[in-house]
């Protein structure tokens, strides 16, 4: 790994390599032109440095200068022009990186004059900290001229300098690789102003307005270009940043009578754009493309207090060989829902972490979404970001959105049980000239309660509240501008997922609740079968309570874990159950099943319990392990997932534990046909 570099670095290059004469060509010595010599040693790993040709101008100088500018780049031009970066090799061999006259058939790299690449300088590299890429400063135009005495009369770089990024990686992994392939990248740009943009001078009209002291504008050898230089990468507690300097604020010098170019910078600071590497294996050959993950046109920069992450749709056709299509906004992760037309992602926010707030009343409105859409193509593997909007309140899941004709519909709570104040509302939210605008809203629903769970089903939906008691409220959303409540179900408990068995029928999952006046505690697991066919008048048809306060499942809090076999009428949950509470905030003292329960459910008959599959040994006193102090919303049962296999004649479940997958027969749950350990035996 090439170190970063420092004064040191460059004190032990000297003792490894030495210089050509004054006003020679650069040449150089090493190890293996001065085999046994101490003077020159062998390095087991590259170095990269700076070296100048220097001016051979005995009047100001009697050798050439090396690595001046890596310290300071106050004038690169003053100490010669012809300014290289260059990599000095454990065999000896000393490359030039950059410039190269291959750099000059790249268009746009760098603005120095066809041909004359001994303008150029290259001052400050810097390692980055994975040792992989090498950054740099270049001054395109690194002018030096003098007077027939010897004294520099002209010394400044009208063009400036930029910021480089070059990609090491290929020359580490390789020694043989040529320098002239390794990957170059521009990071900055300057735009010059005015007529005299191809002109080394620029006309007194633009210094005035360009030059960084106005009161230099009548001296033509004042006026330096915009410098962007000292490139360093910084890790930070919010991601590794780029920090460099530049003189692009223009600011003036202190001093009006100081007569030298400004030396003013200002310190500046960046996120790097994510880059994406695309690995296409054609007849087992890998093709390896890489890039940025889009164009710097195509970023979104939040500012919505979103952050400084990346957040890339990235989109593939998995049926051919082909390349990535990515579209990229600057912001959070958030919750993903997608249809057929729109994927969107919402993200949380809280007036008491941003100093910027979307609301007159941060107290009133103390929670906010923001909702990112982008725009997929059927068929395609096209995407793009469509627009931005926010609705009030914090969304709770990705079932707490959906799109149904174009409209967006979405479920939020503004505060959190028990905080005074707090409430829901559902908003609907349509794409008016790329911004995603609130068209139709339900405020103040359900005062004191939060949100638990949120279904959509085309015109209707479900929105389930919970403080003391669990109220169902139906919505009717066939008007996007108007929407409104049908009806309010009150029923013990609460529902932490709803899932729809047709389009009249509920199957929700969620917990028991013992009233206590001014709040509930919550009790054991508790399934419901829902008939929703009536908006206006919702009912229970049956329900199921498991275990007592302590139990848990993690399909309480993950939907991919509540496995629902309509086929078959069958429902697989991972489960932990405990027994023996008391009730109010007792918990049970013994957890009696750890493993998968398997019901048959159906409209009519309600919930038939056909068996459980065993993960774990039930607690006994001489066995115990704390097993039953579970919170409802930290789900922790020994399962996580299952899979129904059935024939026309057979029903297996594979119930899968971190540790073990059991495979068995539905007609004997509790004896596994077969076991796989998924970790190794001791």
Same mark, same amino acid.
């Given at each position: 790994?090439?170190?970063?570099?420092?004064?040191?670095?460059?004190?032990?290059?000297?003792?490894?390599?030495?210089?050509?004469?004054?006003?020679?060509?650069? $040449?150089?010595?090493?190890?293996?032109?001065?085999?046994?010599?101490?003077?020159?040693?062998?390095?087991?790993?590259?170095?990269?440095?700076?070296?100048?040709?220097?001016?051979?101008?005995?009047?100001?100088?009697?050798?050439?200068?090396?690595?001046?500018?890596?310290?300071?780049?106050?004038?690169?031009?003053?100490?010669?022009? $012809?300014?290289?970066?260059?990599?000095?090799?454990?065999?000896?061999?000393?490359?030039?990186?950059?410039?190269?006259?291959?750099?000059?058939?790249?268009?746009?790299?760098?603005?120095?004059?066809?041909?004359?690449?001994?303008?150029?300088?290259?001052?400050?590299?810097?390692?980055?900290?994975?040792?992989?890429?090498?950054?740099?400063?270049?001054?395109?135009?690194?002018?030096?001229?003098?007077?027939?005495?010897?004294?520099? $009369?002209?010394?400044?770089?009208?063009?400036?300098?930029?910021?480089?990024?070059?990609?090491?990686?290929?020359?580490?992994?390789?020694?043989?690789?040529?320098?002239?392939?390794?990957?170059?990248?521009?990071?900055?740009?300057?735009?010059?102003?005015?007529?005299?943009?191809?002109?080394?001078?620029?006309?007194?009209?633009?210094?005035?307005?360009?030059?960084?002291?106005?009161?230099?504008?009548?001296?033509?050898?004042?006026?330096?270009?915009?410098?962007?230089?000292?490139?360093?990468?910084?890790?930070?507690?919010?991601?590794?940043?780029?920090?460099?300097?530049?003189?692009?604020?223009?600011?003036?010098?202190?001093?009006?009578?100081?007569?030298?170019?400004?030396?003013?910078?200002?310190?500046?600071?960046?996120?790097?754009?994510?880059?994406?590497?695309?690995?296409?294996?054609?007849?087992?050959?890998?093709?390896?493309?890489?890039?940025?993950?889009?164009?710097?046109?195509?970023?979104?920069?939040?500012?919505?207090?979103?952050?400084?992450?990346?957040?890339?749709?990235?989109?593939?056709?998995?049926?051919?060989?082909?390349?990535?299509?990515?579209?990229?906004?600057?912001?959070?992760?958030?919750?993903?829902?997608?249809?057929?037309?729109?994927?969107?992602?919402?993200?949380?926010?809280?007036?008491?972490?941003?100093?910027?707030?979307?609301?007159?009343?941060?107290?009133?409105?103390?929670?906010?979404?923001?909702?990112?859409?982008?725009?997929?193509?059927?068929?395609?593997?096209?995407?793009?970001?469509?627009?931005?909007?926010?609705?009030?309140?914090?969304?709770?899941?990705?079932?707490?959105?959906?799109?149904?004709?174009?409209?967006?519909?979405?479920?939020?709570?503004?505060?959190?049980?028990?905080?005074?104040?707090?409430?829901?509302?559902?908003?609907?939210?349509?794409?008016?000239?790329?911004?995603?605008?609130?068209?139709?809203?339900?405020?103040?629903?359900?005062?004191?309660?939060?949100?638990?769970?949120?279904?959509?089903?085309?015109?209707?939906?479900?929105?389930?509240?919970?403080?003391?008691?669990?109220?169902?409220?139906?919505?009717?959303?066939?008007?996007?501008?108007?929407?409104?409540?049908? =009806? /309010?179900?009150?029923?013990?408990?609460?529902?932490? !997922?709803?899932?729809?068995?047709?389009?009249?029928?509920?199957?929700?999952?969620?917990? $028991?609740?013992?009233?206590?006046?001014?709040?509930? !505690?919550?009790?054991?697991?508790?399934?419901?079968?829902?008939?929703?066919?009536?908006?206006?008048?919702?009912?229970?048809?049956?329900?199921?309570?498991?275990?007592?306060?302590?139990?848990?499942?993690?399909?309480?809090?993950?939907?991919?874990?509540?496995?629902?076999?309509?086929?078959?009428?069958?429902?697989?949950?991972?489960?932990?159950?405990?027994?023996?509470?008391?009730?109010?905030?007792?918990?049970?003292?013994?957890?009696?099943?750890?493993?998968?329960?398997?019901?048959?459910?159906?409209?009519?008959?309600?919930?038939?319990?056909?068996?459980?599959?065993?993960? /774990?040994?039930?607690?006994?006193?001489?066995?115990?392990?704390?097993?039953?102090?579970?919170?409802?919303?930290?789900?922790?049962?020994?399962?996580?997932?299952?899979?129904?296999?059935?024939?026309?004649?057979?029903?297996?479940?594979?119930?899968? =534990?971190?540790?073990?997958?059991?495979?068995?027969?539905?007609?004997?749950?509790?004896?596994?046909?077969?076991?796989?350990?998924?970790?190794?035996?001791?």
């Amino acid at each position: 790994m090439i170190p970063h570099l420092s004064l040191r670095t460059l004190l032990a290059l000297s003792a490894s390599i030495a210089l050509a004469p004054s006003g020679a060509a650069q $040449d150089w010595e090493s190890w293996t032109d001065h085999p046994g010599d101490p003077r020159y040693v062998r390095l087991d790993y590259p170095v990269a440095f700076v070296a100048n040709a220097g001016h051979a101008d005995p009047a100001t100088e009697t050798a050439p200068h090396f690595g001046l500018d890596v310290i300071s780049a106050s004038n690169p031009s003053e100490h010669g022009p $012809d300014g290289g970066l260059f990599v000095f090799m454990p065999d000896g061999r000393v490359a030039k990186l950059f410039p190269l006259p291959e750099h000059e058939a790249v268009a746009g790299l760098i603005d120095t004059p066809l041909g004359e690449l001994g303008r150029g300088a290259v001052v400050e590299p810097n390692v980055s900290e994975d040792g992989q890429t090498l950054y740099f400063a270049y001054f395109h135009d690194a002018t030096w001229e003098h007077n027939d005495g010897g004294y520099q $009369d002209v010394k400044g770089s009208f063009k400036g300098a930029d910021l480089y990024r070059l990609d090491l990686r290929p020359l580490l992994a390789d020694p043989g690789f040529d320098p002239a392939l390794l990957p170059v990248k521009r990071l900055t740009f300057k735009e010059y102003t005015g007529p005299a943009k191809a002109d080394v001078f620029q006309t007194t009209e633009d210094k005035v307005r360009d030059a960084v002291n106005p009161d230099l504008a009548a001296n033509p050898i004042g006026y330096w270009g915009t410098i962007d230089m000292h490139l360093i990468e910084m890790r930070t507690r919010s991601g590794l940043k780029a920090v460099w300097v530049s003189n692009r604020a223009r600011l003036a010098n202190s001093n009006s009578w100081f007569g030298d170019p400004n030396h003013n910078f200002n310190l500046y600071i960046a996120d790097f754009l994510p880059d994406i590497k695309d690995t296409r294996y054609i007849n087992g050959t890998p093709n390896l493309e890489e890039g940025l993950l889009d164009s710097c046109d195509n970023f979104y920069l939040s500012q919505a207090g979103d952050g400084r992450g990346f957040l890339g749709l990235v989109s593939f056709d998995m049926s051919q060989l082909g390349g990535l299509n990515a579209t990229t906004i600057v912001g959070k992760p958030g919750a993903v829902y997608a249809s057929h037309q729109a994927l969107y992602v919402a993200v949380r926010h809280y007036s008491s972490m941003m100093s910027r707030w979307y609301f007159e009343d941060p107290e009133v409105n103390r929670e906010a979404t923001t909702l990112h859409k982008f725009a997929l193509e059927p068929g395609s593997i096209q995407t793009a970001y469509a627009g931005s909007g926010v609705a009030r309140g914090r969304i709770l899941n990705q079932f707490s959105m959906d799109e149904h004709e174009g409209y967006l519909r979405i479920a939020t709570s503004n505060g959190q049980v028990p905080s005074p104040g707090v409430h829901s509302i559902l908003s609907v939210l349509a794409e008016q000239e790329g911004e995603l605008v609130v068209v139709g809203m339900v405020d103040n629903i359900a005062p004191s309660e939060d949100i638990r769970s949120v279904r959509f089903n085309g015109e209707v939906g479900f929105v389930v509240t919970f403080k003391k008691t669990d109220p169902l409220f139906v919505f009717d959303l066939s008007d996007p501008t108007d929407p409104v409540i049908k =009806a /309010e179900l009150k029923v013990p408990g609460f529902a932490t !997922y709803m899932h729809l068995m047709d389009d009249t029928h509920l199957l929700t999952m969620g917990y $028991d609740a013992e009233e206590m006046g001014t709040f509930a !505690y919550f009790q054991g697991l508790q399934l419901r079968v829902l008939d929703v066919s009536d908006l206006t008048n919702p009912t229970v048809l049956s329900e199921e309570t498991i275990g007592t306060r302590g139990s848990t499942s993690d399909a309480a809090t993950n939907h991919l874990a509540f496995n629902y076999f309509p086929q078959r009428d069958l429902l697989a949950l991972p489960m932990t159950i405990c027994e023996e509470s008391t009730g109010g905030s007792s918990y049970g003292d013994m957890m009696s099943f750890g493993g998968l329960l398997v019901y048959r459910v159906t409209v009519a008959g309600g919930f038939d319990l056909l068996g459980g599959v065993p993960h /774990e040994e039930p607690e006994t006193i001489d066995a115990y392990r704390s097993a039953c102090s579970n919170w409802w919303t930290d789900s922790n049962s020994k399962v996580k997932r299952s899979i129904f296999m059935s024939s026309d004649t057979e029903d297996f479940v594979y119930s899968i =534990a971190l540790d073990l997958i059991n495979v068995s027969d539905l007609t004997d749950l509790e004896n596994p046909l077969v076991s796989i350990p998924l970790v190794a035996s001791p």
